[in-house]
C-alpha cells in the first residue's frame, strides 16, 4: 500500500481525501465499527459550539440551515454519509497494534488481529479519546466516591439528588456542569476563574469572526501571546446560570480524604461524584515501537510532520498548526497540507533523489 491512515473520524477522512487528491491511493484502519471516530461515544446532550456552515468537510456541507448548531448524533451521521462518499477503503474493527519500520525504508502495520500491512506511509489520525486525560491528587485512589472523566459521562438521570464536583474550565465542563445542575448540586472547581466568550458578537456567531479575521489559521506560537486562558463559549446560559447561582465555582480543591473533597481553603466536603473534564493526550502507543514519540507519549513533529521519520504523518493533533486543528471546521487544512510531502514520499517521487 502506498499510505496507511490509522483512524477513520474526522481527522482520517480528511485525510483520506487530501491524500486521495494528491495521487495516492490510502487504505483507513479503523477500531471501531463505523468510520465515524469517537463521536459516538460522547455525552448524549454534546452540541458543536460551532455553527452547520462551518463545521463541514471539504466538497460537503451539512444538511439544512447553516446556522443551526449539529448535535453529537448529527455529526455521526454526517461523518458516515462523508466516509461512503470518499473512493477509498476503510477496513472497519481493525485496531492498529504497533507500527514498525522496515528495512525497504516504509513501515509494517501491525493489527491486533494479527495481520501485518506493509506501507510506504504512514498517517496518525487516531484522535486522542482513547486517552483521557487524569490529574493525580493526594488520596485520589482511595475516594469511595465516584471519580470519571467525562469520556465516560453521558447524561444527568444517574446523578439525581447529588453533589457533584465538576473539575475543568473549558466547554465541556461548562456544558456538563449546566445540564447536571438540573438534577444535583453542582461546583465547577477550576485553577484559574471562568473566561466566558460570548456565542453571538455584531449579530454573528463568533465563528463568523474566527474565519473571517484569520483568527482560526494563527500558529499556535502567535495564539499563545493572545489568548493567554481556556475561553468558554457562552450561549446566553452558562454565565447567567453561575450568577443565579445554578451552579457555582470554587477555586480547584487540593485533595481527596475517604468520601471527601479538601478544598484550598482546608475544608472538606463529602461529595459523590468527580467528574474531570480536563482534556485528553494524543492517543498514539502504538507509535512507541518506532521511537517517534516523547517519553510523555507525544509526537514528534513540524506542523504534522514526523522529525523522526520519513513518510509519517500526523492529523488531528490538538494545535497542530492553528486554533482549529483538531476540529470539524479546521482539519483538513492540517491533512492538505500534509497530502504533498506524503505523496512525493510514498508515491514514490523522492526516489530519482535518493544517494
Known sequence: ???????????????????????????ILEAGERPTGSWTHYYDSLTLFSPARYS?????????????????????AYL??????????????????????DAAGGFLVHTAGGETLRAAGVVAASGSFGNPYLPALPGQDGFTGQLLHVAGYRNPKHYAGQRVIVVGAGNSAVQVAYELAERATVTLATRQPLQFMPQMIGGKDAHHWHTTTGFDTLPPQWLARIATGTLVMDTGDYAA???????DRRPMFTAFDGDRIIWSDGMPEQVDTVVFATGYRPHLDYLQPLGALTADGL?????????????LGYVGL???RSFASNTLRGVHRDAAHLAAPMAAYAGGGLAAYSL
Open 299 to 311: 509526537p514528534l513533529h513540524a506542523g504534522g510532520l514526523s522529525t523522526t521519520h520519513l513518510g
Open 80 to 101: 458516515q454519509r462523508y466516509a461512503d462518499s470518499l473512493d477509498v477503503e476503510i477496513r472497519t474493527a481493525t485496531r492498529v497494534h504497533a507500527v514498525q519500520a
Open 56 to 76: 463541514s468537510l471539504p466538497d460537503m456541507p451539512f444538511d439544512g440551515d447553516g446556522d443551526h448548531y449539529p448535535h453529537r448524533d448529527e455529526v455521526v
Open 1 to 27: 500500500m502506498d499510505t496507511i491512515i490509522i483512524g477513520a473520524g474526522q481527522s482520517g477522512l480528511a485525510a483520506a481525501r487530501s491524500l486521495r487528491n494528491a495521487g495516492l491511493t490510502p487504505v
Open 318 to 320: 490538538e494545535f497542530q
Open 241 to 247: 446560570a453561575l450568577q443565579a447561582g445554578r451552579m
